[in-house]
Each structure stands twice: as structure tokens, then as C-alpha cells.
């Protein structure tokens, strides 16, 4: 049944039914609690009111479509995306025994659960309290402290935050890793906001020179912090002017990454995991 579920995923943009993948993202939902101003998914339409979980691929049908996309690709792990994954914690519960390894993406502002499998959790957090309830919604930052706050100290999963940087929070990373370095966090990443062909909403940056000031302050962050800043030097220096194009022309992670984000009943590839910008 599962080779038959998988004439449900068009693998587009170059991506191979016969290659190997070492981690295969999955879009489980597009529903999400939250409609941030800076998400993809949100801005380019998927808002909460035309969606319905009574539309979404039912659990035992998204299971046998993700062992076949297993048995196909054989990825070393799997990365849990949404909308909001939380929002389908049964289909996570059989799911993620299916991979050796798993990566949940959340917003934080519902309860983390210790699935019991190998799983960690990758936060979104962008920015202390103001900076990211601007771009969040009003108290989300104080939600995922507090469910952070609530975790018994057995606690299994690894918790790491992802900070989207823009022009609201640039100038607050210092602060924010200052709030964050106390709490269950083992560690953060930060990502650079990437604009819409529609325009950014003033998040972004004129230029490749404009963003080199967000980019120079993580820098000196990872300098400062290097057992909590997991940015690389290196993957730093690519996003300068003079590297950056042609990083995203010849992209290292199509090779190795195959994303898969749900359309109706059936996933479609991507040309990227962070989305088509």
C-alpha cells in the first residue's frame, strides 16, 4: 500500500525517485496557532481560516506515504515541519519511530511531549520579549518560557531555539541570548529573513551590504558565545556579498535535503526546505 501512496508525491526541481537523501523534511500540516508576519507558509496564503483538519491526510495514509518515502530515499533523519506539528502530536507518536533520528519544528507555544524516540525539538524564538511578540503575536515569547518552565528535569528530547534574524530584532541577538543561555536551550541558530517577490514589510534588508550588519553581528555573537551559537564561521563568510549568489545558485542542501510540503492529499518537492523564496 505504501508504494502505491507514494503516486501521491511529485518530486519536481530536479529531485530523484532513486536518490538517497540523507534528511527528508516533512510538512505534516499547514495549520498552524500562530500567523506570524515573517512565515512563508502565512504570507503567501495558507491562513488558518481556509483550513480544516477535517482536510488533511489522515493519519494512517500519511504513515504508509512517509515508510514508502523511507524505504525510497533511506534518509538518516527526518525533520517535522508545519504549520504547526504539534498540532498532529498522534501522527507524530507513529511517525517518528519510522527514522533513526528526528527534528520537530515549533513554534514553543504548546506543550512539548517526550515522545520517547530520537527526537529533539528546534524552537522558534525570534528575539527577546518585544522583538519577537511583534513579529509573533502578542505573549508568545512568555508562552514558550513558560512550557519550557513546565518540562520535568527527565526531560529527554534536546531543545535548541531558531532565530529568524530581520531588521526588528537585529541589534537585540545579545539580549536575546542572554535571556536564553539560563534556560532548557542547549543551544541557538540563527537564520536570516529572506523576502517575498511581494516585498518584505520593512524585515529585510535593501542589500547584500545592508544584511552584512545583521550577519557581522552574529558573527561577533558566535565569537562571544561558541558553545551556544552553532553557526560556523565559515557558513558566515558565504553570505557575503561576494559569496552569497552564487551559494544560492550551486545550493549544497538540494543534494542532500529533499523537502516535501503537503498540497491537498499529496506532497510536492520543493526547490528549498526554507521555502521558495
Same mark, same amino acid.
Given at each position: 500500500?505504501?508504494?502505491?501512496?507514494?503516486?501521491?508525491?511529485?518530486?519536481?526541481?530536479? $529531485?530523484?525517485?532513486?536518490?538517497? $537523501?540523507?534528511?527528508?523534511?516533512?510538512?505534516?500540516?499547514?495549520?498552524? &496557532?500562530?500567523?506570524?508576519?515573517?512565515?512563508? +507558509?502565512?504570507?503567501?496564503?495558507?491562513?488558518n481560516?481556509?483550513?480544516?483538519?477535517?482536510?488533511?491526510?489522515?493519519?494512517?495514509? %500519511?504513515?504508509?506515504m512517509?515508510?514508502?518515502?523511507?524505504d525510497?530515499?533511506?534518509?538518516?533523519?527526518?525533520?517535522?515541519?508545519?504549520?504547526?506539528?504539534?498540532?498532529?502530536?498522534?501522527?507524530?507518536?507513529?511517525?517518528?519511530?519510522?527514522?533513526?533520528?528526528?527534528?520537530?519544528?515549533? &513554534?514553543?507555544?504548546?506543550?512539548?511531549?517526550?515522545?520517547?524516540?530520537?527526537?529533539?525539538? %528546534?524552537?522558534?524564538?525570534?528575539?527577546?520579549?518585544?522583538?519577537?511578540?511583534?513579529?509573533?503575536?502578542?505573549?508568545? +515569547?512568555?508562552?514558550? %518560557?513558560?512550557?519550557?518552565?513546565?518540562?520535568?528535569?527527565?526531560?529527554?528530547?534536546?531543545?535548541?531555539?531558531?532565530?529568524?534574524?530581520?531588521?526588528?530584532?537585529?541589534?537585540?541577538?545579545?539580549?536575546?541570548?542572554?535571556?536564553?543561555?539560563?534556560?532548557?536551550?542547549?543551544?541557538?541558530?540563527?537564520?536570516?529573513?529572506?523576502?517575498s517577490?511581494?516585498?518584505?514589510?520593512?524585515?529585510?534588508?535593501?542589500?547584500?551590504?545592508?544584511?552584512?550588519?545583521?550577519?557581522d553581528?552574529?558573527?561577533?555573537l558566535?565569537?562571544?558565545?561558541?558553545?551556544?551559537?552553532?553557526?560556523? %564561521?565559515?557558513?558566515?563568510?558565504?553570505?557575503?556579498?561576494e559569496?552569497?549568489?552564487?551559494?544560492?545558485?550551486?545550493?549544497?542542501?538540494?543534494?542532500?535535503?529533499?523537502?516535501? +510540503?503537503?498540497?491537498?492529499?499529496?506532497?510536492?518537492?520543493?526547490?528549498?526546505?526554507?521555502?521558495?523564496?
Open positions: 500500500m505504501a508504494i502505491d501512496l507514494l503516486e501521491r508525491v511529485e518530486l519536481t526541481h530536479g $529531485y530523484g525517485e532513486d536518490t538517497h $537523501y540523507s534528511i527528508i523534511s516533512l510538512n505534516i500540516t499547514n495549520r498552524c &496557532n500562530l500567523s506570524c508576519e515573517h512565515c512563508f +507558509f502565512y504570507r503567501e496564503g495558507n491562513t481560516e481556509a483550513l480544516s483538519p477535517r482536510l488533511e491526510v489522515p493519519d494512517d495514509e %500519511m504513515i504508509e512517509i515508510t514508502g518515502l523511507r525510497r530515499h533511506h534518509p538518516d533523519m527526518a525533520l517535522w515541519i508545519g504549520g504547526e506539528p504539534m498540532l498532529r502530536r498522534s501522527l507524530l507518536d507513529k511517525g517518528l519511530p519510522i527514522f533513526d533520528f528526528n527534528t520537530i519544528a515549533t &513554534n514553543g507555544t504548546l506543550p512539548l511531549i517526550d515522545f520517547g524516540h530520537r527526537v529533539d525539538y %528546534m524552537v522558534s524564538v525570534d528575539g527577546p520579549p518585544a522583538q519577537n511578540d511583534k513579529l509573533r503575536g502578542k505573549g508568545t +515569547f512568555d508562552r514558550v %518560557m513558560k512550557n519550557l518552565d513546565r518540562l520535568p528535569d527527565d526531560f529527554g528530547p534536546m531543545i535548541h531555539a531558531q532565530c529568524t534574524v530581520t531588521n526588528v530584532n537585529q541589534g537585540h541577538l545579545g539580549e536575546l541570548i542572554e535571556m536564553l543561555r539560563p534556560t532548557r536551550f542547549a543551544w541557538i541558530t540563527f537564520s536570516f529573513y529572506v523576502p517577490g511581494d516585498g518584505d514589510a520593512g524585515l529585510g534588508w535593501d542589500s547584500l551590504e545592508d544584511r552584512m550588519v545583521a550577519v553581528e552574529v558573527r561577533q558566535k565569537a562571544e558565545h561558541p558553545d551556544f551559537v552553532s553557526n560556523e %564561521m565559515a557558513a558566515l563568510d558565504l553570505m557575503s556579498p559569496n552569497a549568489p552564487g551559494v544560492t545558485a550551486n545550493c549544497a542542501l538540494s543534494s542532500n535535503v529533499l523537502p516535501l +510540503f503537503l498540497d491537498g492529499n499529496r506532497f510536492v518537492s520543493g526547490r528549498c526546505p526554507y521555502g521558495e523564496n
